[in-house]
């Protein structure tokens, strides 16, 4: 996160703020917390770094044996990490109910709200850390044992992303092939803009559009499973391990689209985060606005690039995937700017981290320098932690009125 200061001081904050400062629930429970959450993607960097942080405030080694032998007020949050991970549409308000009327070690409103904060910045955390190739460092369990000869050229991320002079001549040959491809994405662009001057789309065209790009979407597949190496038997700190991402619409299900003038983070999210849980929306808010307006004004050699397009088309993608639709947003855009690879890159990420590979991460946007790359897993991560809220902070709207 280096790369983007501004980022990391926002990013700083909000997480100093949930772990640190005065809030609903005790130290130990938000490490905890932190831990389930990532624990649900097999994120062992992350949980390492909390059952750390966990025992150092004074947590019960013996919780971290297994959720089963965590408090019964923490095993009730297993259903709704399970679902906040992998999928927020099926979200209820009994969900909720169950936790707030339990007739022992129930909720309340706000830790509910600091909890479920917890649960998604941790989920998209995780994402963050798989995207980028970050591993647990090298003493810890599932660390890596290679260590390569010099680290004083580059950052360990440099190396973690194959950014090392070990792959000039196979750089040299595959920028050579895909030269051109940011001016191709420059001019497309530069032509969407021009037509959307021209022609406005009707709202039934728009939502045709949504439908559409919500069916692609679920038609482009996450990496495979061989692919993915479990580096830390993280399983016991979740129940029901085999529950992974499903497309939406896959078996008959049918999830209605959540739209987003119904419930937004602006106009509901943000200030029933703040109601119940003060400072934080307005810390959320600020990082999401961070995320999603940041920009250099370039796009790899390029200068004095307006990048607002391609940014709201790859947070908009995300939200898409989660069946949450923006009125005002002209969906045929998104199979305009993003390319397969990349879309094959944002869904195994954002829906399935674990198995995000560097050859996935290569293999997108290949001119583009690292810092720009690490921008995108940055846009990706507060996208997927929004789409997680929005869905979370709805039901338990429902619940309280």
Known sequence: ???????????????????????????????YIGIMAAARHQCSYLVNLHVND???????????????????????LGELNKLLAHRPWLLTKAHIEHLLKAEEHSWSLAELIHAVVLLT??????????????????HSDGGHTFRPLSLSQYCVCDIANGNGHGNDLEERRSSHQVSGEVEVLMERMKQLQECRDEDEASQEE???????????????ATAEDEECVQSRDVSRLFEDPSYGYKDFSRRGEHVPTFRVQDYSWEDHGYSLVNRLYPDVGQLLDEKFQMAYNLTY??????????????RRAIWNYIHCMFGIRYDDYDYGEINQLLDRSFKVYIKTMVCSPEKTTKRMYESFWRQFQHSEKVHVNLLLMEARMQAELLYALRVITCYMT
């Open 1 to 31: 996160m280096g790369f983007h200061p501004q980022y990391l001081e926002s990013f700083l904050r909000t997480q100093h703020y949930l772990l640190q400062m005065d809030g609903p629930l005790s130290l130990h429970y938000r490490h």
């Open 121 to 138: 910045h941790y989920h998209s955390l995780a994402s963050f850390t798989f995207g980028c190739g970050i591993t647990p460092e090298i």
């Open 206 to 220: 728009m939502a045709t559009r949504f439908e559409r790009e919500k069916t692609e979407s679920m038609l482009v």
């Open 54 to 76: 966990f025992l150092q405030v004074g947590g019960d080694p013996k919780w971290l044996n297994g959720l089963d032998g965590a408090p019964q007020k923490l095993q009730a």
């Open 297 to 310: 004004n370039t796009m790899a050699m390029h200068k004095d690039v307006d990048t607002t397009m391609l």
